[in-house]
C-alpha cells in the first residue's frame, strides 16, 4: 500500500493521519462525527487482504482501526476524483505537504 500525505492523480489509493488533538472541542466532535459517519470502520488485516486478493474496495473512505482518541487514520481507496468535499476538506487540512484554508464545519 502506498502512503500518501496529499491527493494525487496518478494514485489509486491514499493513506491520512488526522491528528484532532490540537483543536478546539466543538470542532473534534464535529470532525469525529463526520469521519465516521463518511468512513467504513475496517482493520488493517481486512484492508489488506481486500488489497492483496485484488478485491474491488466496496468504498471509497475507510476508516482504519480507529479506537476511539485523537488520532484517525482514513483510507481512501481511490484519490483521482474527490467525492466528499467535506472530508476531502479535513483530510486536506491535516496534509502538511500542501496549503490547505482552514475550514469551519457546520454539522
Not at 10 to 30: G, H, T
Not at 31 to 44: F, H, M, N
Not at 66 to 85: K, L, Q
Amino acid at each position: 500500500m502506498k502512503i500518501r500525505s496529499s491527493f494525487v492523480t496518478n494514485s489509486s489509493s491514499s493513506c491520512f493521519v488526522v491528528n484532532l488533538s490540537e483543536i478546539d472541542v466543538q470542532k473534534k466532535e464535529a470532525y469525529k462525527k463526520l469521519i465516521t459517519c463518511c468512513c467504513k470502520s475496517v482493520t488493517v488485516a481486512e484492508i489488506m487482504k481486500m488489497y492483496n486478493n485484488d478485491c474491488d474496495f466496496d468504498q471509497l473512505y475507510y476508516l482504519v482501526d480507529y479506537s476511539g482518541g485523537d488520532i484517525m487514520h482514513v483510507w481512501v481507496s481511490y484519490d483521482a476524483g474527490r467525492y466528499n468535499p467535506q472530508l476531502d476538506d479535513i483530510l486536506c487540512e491535516y496534509d502538511s505537504d500542501i496549503e490547505c484554508p482552514k475550514i469551519d464545519l457546520d454539522i
